[in-house]
């Protein structure tokens, strides 16, 4: 095998109360990419197609990536990178994280797998670090796993694969603005009363029990964010109006998605999630923001292989 073609997804980071820790896959929302072996030592990034990135391997977020993983290996080739990118840079729905995730898992594949998930994870942490500024894998683990996933820890890396409820369903709107993740971290404050914190670790306990025992309700009391979204939230046109939106259409809970400026629900069933999508498809063609929407199932299978030679 020479040559692979992926799907690359998107994905939910923060999910309300699990900020840095906590993200799910999506499924309707994705890049493609092509990786191929080339005789020419190193990684290169050869076509981008949808938007204006970096050709450089060292400032293009896939191609840090691939490098971490190449700097480890003993191979007499290198490899080219082409990305058709469907997910638009700063929309907070892992666009980076695509692109990080998408280079290592195409090599890995091409190379006979001898890297598994949570060693990709830590390759495409570097290239992450480039776009966010710091190292983290919310975003990068679903992707990878599928699902719903927990970053325990960093160093060592340790992902926990958290299991989905079967009719759950994520309803996405994506204005057309750009919030730099780490702008978004900027903002927020770098100490906390200790009465939210209280609030927040245990509404993500709850949350993550939920997601165990497929308690929507449970779900729906404890999607509820008392520490970043505050700050975050005044970056994001009509966020206020969005989120109560979603929920007087049925969501089961609403928030930002990664640092913004997209907002996601999450609701029981298709129905409802598609009568969230017009509800608040309706409140923002009322505004001058250009938006998109996205409805999805939890994708539990991560990134996926769409053709190999």
Known sequence: MNEIKIFSPAT??????????????????????????????????????????PYETE?????????AMYETLNVDFGFEIEIYKNIKPGSGIGSSAASAVGSVFGMNELLGKPFNKTQLTEFAIKG???ASKCEHADNLAPAIFGGFTLVKTLAPL????????DDLFATIIHPQIEIKTSEARAILPKDIPLN??????ANF?????????????LIQRSLRDVI????????IPFFGDIKKAMLDAGALGAGISGSGPSIFSLSKGLEVAKNVEGTIS??????????DIHVSKINKEGIKILNKK
């Open 158 to 165: 340790e992902i926990l694969e958290i299991p989905s409820p």
């Open 205 to 217: 306990g709850s949350l993550i029990h939920a997601l165990h025992t497929s308690n929507y309700n």
């Open 196 to 201: 939210a914190a209280i609030t927040q670790w």
């Open 59 to 67: 400032l293009n977020v896939a191609g840090v990536s691939a490098l």
């Open 282 to 291: 309706n409140v923002y063609s009322k505004t001058a923001i250009e938006f």
């Open 228 to 235: 970043i979204e505050p700050y975050r939230s005044q970056l």
């Open 12 to 53: 939910v980071a923060n999910v309300s109360c699990g900020f840095d820790v906590l993200g799910f896959c999506l499924d309707a929302v994705g890049d493609d990419m092509i990786i191929r072996k080339t005789n020419k030592k190193g990684i290169y990034i050869t076509k981008i197609v949808g938007f204006d990135l």
């Open 128 to 130: 992450e670090a480039l």
